[in-house]
C-alpha cells in the first residue's frame, strides 16, 4: 500500500511540474521575433547572437526558401547556423523590423509574418546592400526550443 501510494504521489507530482511548465507560444513567438531580429542591428554581437541560438535546439533545421531546399535536421545545425550567422553578424548599418502577425499552431508551433528593411556592407563582396521584405518563419517546437525554422519572402 505504501509503495502504491508513492508511486501515485510521483505521478501526480510528474504531471503538476509539466503542467506548470507549460510554453506559452505568444510569449515564446514575440520572444523569438525580438531576439532574432536583435542579430540583424548594426551593434549586434557575439551576446544578441548566442541569445538567439539559446532558443534553438542542437540539431535545428533551417529552411530558406528558395535560398535553402534542403530541410535536413542534422546533430549540427545549431552549429552550422552559428557559423552562417556570424558572417553576417555586424553587416547591416541601419536595420527596422515590424512584426506584423503571428500564427500559434496548438502546442507544437508557430509563424510569425514580419518586414523588415536593412542597409549595409556585404560581408565577402564589400558592396552596399540594401533590402525591404515581407517574411513568414514558420516554426516548430520540440521541448521548448525552436526545432525547425522555415523562412518565406512574400
Known amino acids: 500500500m505504501k509503495r502504491l501510494f508513492t ?3 510521483l505521478l501526480v507530482s510528474t504531471f503538476s511540474v509539466n503542467a ?3 510554453l506559452d507560444l505568444n510569449k515564446f513567438a514575440q520572444h523569438y521575433y525580438n531576439t532574432m531580429t536583435a542579430t540583424q542591428a548594426p551593434n549586434a554581437s557575439e551576446k544578441e ?3 538567439y541560438l539559446s532558443l534553438l535546439t542542437d540539431d535545428v533545421g533551417s529552411q530558406h526558401i528558395p535560398y535553402q531546399i534542403d530541410d ?14 556570424s558572417f553576417y553578424l555586424g553587416a547591416h548599418t541601419h536595420y527596422e523590423s515590424e512584426l506584423l502577425n503571428t500564427f500559434i ?3 507544437s508551433g508557430f509563424a510569425i509574418r514580419y518586414k ?10 564589400k558592396q552596399p546592400i540594401e ?6 518563419e514558420v516554426i516548430e517546437v520540440e521541448n521548448g526550443k525552436v526545432a525547425m525554422i522555415r523562412k ?3
Not at 535536413?72 to 550567422?85: D, F, N, P, Q, Y
Request: aromatic fraction near 6%.
Open 49 to 51: 547572437l548566442e541569445a
Open 105 to 107: 499552431f496548438n502546442d
Open 116 to 125: 523588415n528593411h536593412a542597409k549595409g556592407i556585404h560581408p565577402q563582396s
Open 20 to 22: 506548470e511548465e507549460a
Open 72 to 85: 535536413s535536421r542534422t546533430a549540427e545545425g545549431k552549429k552550422l547556423m552559428r557559423k552562417g550567422m
Open 131 to 136: 533590402y525591404t521584405s515581407v517574411m513568414m
Open 7 to 9: 508511486l501515485a504521489l
Open 152 to 154: 518565406y519572402h512574400e
